[in-house]
């Protein structure tokens, strides 16, 4: 009999595209959608084989309804304290209530777990609902995908096509940062939740390059010079994060404030992933640094 996944957040392209890899790997797949998400996102999951149920995320018991027969849901929600702790514990009650055995949470990230709480404002989000989460009888299997590879386009402090700089802070020059492709990530969370003896936590990277490393590679790319600079040190960079979010409050509402991506950079500054889960399953295809950046410097 073939599993059942439930993706939550599906239409997202995180979700979206853990939905394709799933429909890859011959699976029923469930696709948890709002009555006022868009209509061509859906009909985009429905024409790719998936089962689109609409629900109203405040009842649990039409969560609990979508969720019958389903070995494991996936969650791929994005958002603030209402989505992360709130929409997120009525869909883990949702799961509980029809009996499912394995829930991914929205973890997809920097693993928060070694850093200091009150750093990351989206970190401290998650860690809320983890102590909820592990409070439950559910198998749990978190992702940390480090960054999604995609900042690497966005003229961030680490690769900036614009003044052709890579900076970094302290001493931090060949600290290696994880980037993971969305892709990448999506392929491994459906082998993950087609796996019923996955660990508690898994860490992967596409690739794990430091600001020394980008460097060297988008001059090899390019052509061109690629200055490297250290910004200032961590401490610094702290100063630096606490005026910013102090001198724009309205962030506090908002999911991708300027305060909160500096948050994020500052954490990938202060962890990485030692040991890598890339290898547990053989048949996936991981993406070097060196393809991922030919695909926009030119």
């Known amino acids: 009999m073939k599993k059942v996944i439930l993706v939550a957040g599906a239409t997202g392209n995180l979700g979206s595209k853990i939905c394709s890899a799933l429909i ?20 985009g999951l429905k024409k790719t084989g998936v089962n689109v149920v609409e629900v109203d995320f405040d009842h649990i018991d039409e969560i609990a309804a ?9 969650s791929a929600v994005a958002g603030l304290h209402e989505v992360v702790v709130d929409l997120q514990k009525n869909i ?13 949470p929205s973890d997809f990230c920097t693993d928060y777990n070694p850093l200091v709480p009150g750093e990351n404002r989206n970190f401290d989000l ?24 995609d900042i690497l386009k966005y003229n961030t402090p680490v690769l900036n096509l ?14 290696e940062l994880d980037f993971t492709t969305m892709d990448d990530t999506a392929a491994f969370t459906a082998e ?67 305060w909160q991506q500096s948050q994020y950079l500052y954490s990938m500054f202060s962890t990485h992933h030692n040991e890598l ?19 926009f410097v030119k």
């Not at 909820?132 to 999604?148: E, H, K, M, P």
């Not at 614009?162 to 600290?175: F, M, P, R, T």
């Not at 295809?285 to 030919?294: H, M």
């Open 277 to 295: 889960s890339n290898g547990r399953y053989a048949n996936l295809n991981w993406t070097t640094a060196s393809a991922y950046l030919k695909t």
């Open 192 to 258: 993950v939740a087609l796996d019923d003896e996955a660990p508690r936590n898994l860490h992967i990277a596409s690739f794990q390059i430091s600001p020394g490393m980008i460097s060297a590679e988008v001059q090899q790319i390019s052509g061109k010079n690629f200055s490297l600079q250290q910004t200032g040190s961590m401490e610094d960079f702290a100063a630096f994060i606490k005026k910013q979010r102090a001198d724009h409050p309205a962030g506090e509402t908002e999911l991708y404030a300027k």
């Open 24 to 43: 890859k790997k011959e699976v029923r797949v469930i696709a948890l959608v709002r009555a006022a998400s868009d209509p061509e996102k859906i009909e």
């Open 162 to 175: 614009k003044n052709n700089s890579v900076s970094y802070w302290g001493d931090k020059a060949e600290w």
């Open 92 to 104: 883990l009650h949702g799961a509980l209530q029809a009996g499912v055995a394995r829930f991914i």
């Open 66 to 74: 979508a969720c019958k027969e389903v070995n494991c849901v996936v």
């Open 126 to 149: 998650r860690r809320v609902f983890k102590e909820y989460l592990d409070g439950t009888a559910i198998q749990v299997s978190s992702i940390f995908n480090g960054a999604f590879a």
